[in-house]
C-alpha cells in the first residue's frame, strides 16, 4: 500500500502564505492526492484533491510534482481559523478496492 | 442538513461486553467507511462499504465487524471488545465512485470516544 510522509509540524505567521509538503514517493498511476484538516475537538474535513495537475479552490491550492512523488498544499494566507492537523491521503482505487491511507498528519500553527 | 451522526459521542465500557456505534448519514451516500484515530498514528481505516451488503477490509480490521443493510446506516460493532480499542472513532460517507479514476469527498461525523477498561 503506498503510504504518505509529512512533517509533524510546522508554524506560520497569519496573513503569510503556507506550504505543507507530502511525500508519497510510492505512489500508483491510479492514486488521487487528497487533503484533509481536521480542527480542534472536530471531524476531518475535505480540503482539495487532484490526479495529475495543479489544483485551486476557495480554500487552497495543490502542487503536484511532475514525478507524483510529492505534493505540496498551499494556504496562500494563514489565518487563526486555519490551525489545524493537515492529513495527506493517497485514495487508493485499483483492483476494486476504495481504501483511504491517511499520513500521520501535520499540525499547523498559525501565530497571531 | 447534510450530516453524519454517531452515537454514542462518548462511552465507557468494560472488556468483553459487546457493543455497537451507530452511524447514519442523510446525503444518500453509498459509501460508509470506519476509522480509529489514535496519538501519533493518525487515521487508520477499519472498514468500508461501497453500497448495501457490500463491505470490506480497510487497514486494521481486526477485533471489529461492521454490517451494511440500509443504504444510510453503517454500524461498528464491537463483539469483545478490549482495552487496545480504546480510541477515537470516525464514521464517514461519501458518494458513489464512478469507476476506477473517479474520485470522491468524505463527509466525517464528529466521532465516538470509546474507552475500554
Known amino acids: 500500500d503506498a503510504k504518505t510522509t509529512q512533517p509533524n509540524s510546522m508554524e506560520s505567521n497569519e496573513e503569510e502564505p503556507v506550504h505543507l509538503p507530502c511525500n508519497h514517493s510510492?505512489?500508483?498511476?491510479?492514486?488521487?492526492i487528497h487533503w484533509y484538516r481536521q480542527l480542534p475537538s472536530q471531524g476531518p474535513e475535505y480540503v482539495i484533491h487532484g490526479l495529475t495537475s495543479n489544483v485551486n479552490n476557495r480554500m487552497a491550492s495543490l502542487a503536484i510534482a511532475e514525478d507524483r512523488k510529492s505534493s505540496t498544499l498551499i494556504l496562500h494566507r494563514a489565518t487563526l481559523r486555519d490551525a489545524a492537523v493537515y492529513y495527506c491521503i493517497l485514495r487508493e482505487a485499483t483492483s476494486g478496492t476504495y481504501k483511504y491511507i491517511f499520513g500521520t498528519g501535520t499540525r499547523l500553527k498559525v501565530l497571531a | 442538513e447534510a450530516q453524519v451522526t454517531q452515537n454514542p459521542r462518548y462511552l465507557i465500557t468494560v472488556t468483553g461486553k459487546k457493543l455497537t456505534v451507530t452511524c447514519s448519514q442523510n446525503m444518500n451516500h453509498e459509501y460508509m467507511s470506519w476509522y480509529r484515530q489514535d496519538p501519533g498514528l493518525g487515521l487508520r481505516q477499519i472498514y468500508y462499504s461501497m453500497n448495501v451488503e457490500v463491505t470490506d477490509k480497510g487497514d486494521v480490521p481486526e477485533g471489529y465487524k461492521v454490517s451494511r443493510k440500509e443504504k444510510r446506516n453503517f454500524p461498528l460493532i464491537l463483539e469483545s471488545p478490549s482495552p487496545n480499542q480504546t480510541s477515537l472513532y470516525f464514521c464517514?460517507?461519501?458518494?458513489?465512485?464512478?469507476?476506477?479514476?473517479?474520485?470522491?469527498?468524505?463527509?466525517f461525523g464528529p466521532g465516538t470516544r470509546l474507552t475500554v477498561l
Open positions: 464517514a460517507s461519501s458518494t458513489r465512485l464512478a469507476g476506477v479514476f473517479a474520485t470522491d469527498t468524505q463527509y
Open positions: 510510492t505512489i500508483s498511476g491510479t492514486d488521487y
